[in-house]
């Protein structure tokens, strides 16, 4: 079992920057890849980034090029630090662990359904 804790959700203008973080316990070896995805008010719950446990990174592209997923050497935390932060940034972010094993060479993935614990989530608000 795996327990994800969030924190660092916050209310920000428009053009600012945040980092998230989730501090991850439990079977720490049975974790090959960590998430961060977040949720809208009626939306489906979508990916952002991803890393797996030799670093390789994965990000979709509405984030790519202003967005950092990073972990500490312990593994028991990961980062997500977002900046230029858009209006349409404004979501429930939440921590995810995967059970599947890491591919070296392979970027991992930033499905829903390849996570497998999940954490309750950190709420970005983005004003204009």
């Known amino acids: 079992q795996v327990t994800l804790v969030e924190s660092g959700g916050d209310s920000v203008q428009s053009g600012g920057s945040l980092r998230l973080t989730c501090q991850v316990s439990?079977?720490?070896?049975?974790?090959?890849?960590w998430g961060w995805f977040r949720q809208s008010p009626g939306e489906e719950r979508e990916g952002v980034a991803a890393?797996?446990?030799?670093?390789?990174?994965t990000y979709e592209d509405f984030v790519k090029g202003r967005c950092t997923i990073s972990q500490s050497a312990a593994k028991d935390t990961v980062y997500l630090q977002i900046d230029n932060l858009k209006p349409g940034d404004t979501a429930m972010y939440y921590c995810?662990?995967?059970?599947?094993?890491?591919?070296?060479?392979?970027?991992?993935?930033?499905?829903?359904?390849?996570?497998?614990?999940w954490g309750q989530g950190t709420q970005v608000t983005v004003s204009s």
């Open positions: 995810a662990a995967s059970s599947l094993a890491s591919m070296p060479g392979i970027n991992p993935p930033v499905l829903v359904s390849d996570f497998h614990f």
């Open positions: 439990g079977k720490l070896d049975s974790v090959g890849y």
């Open positions: 890393i797996d446990y030799n670093g390789e990174t």
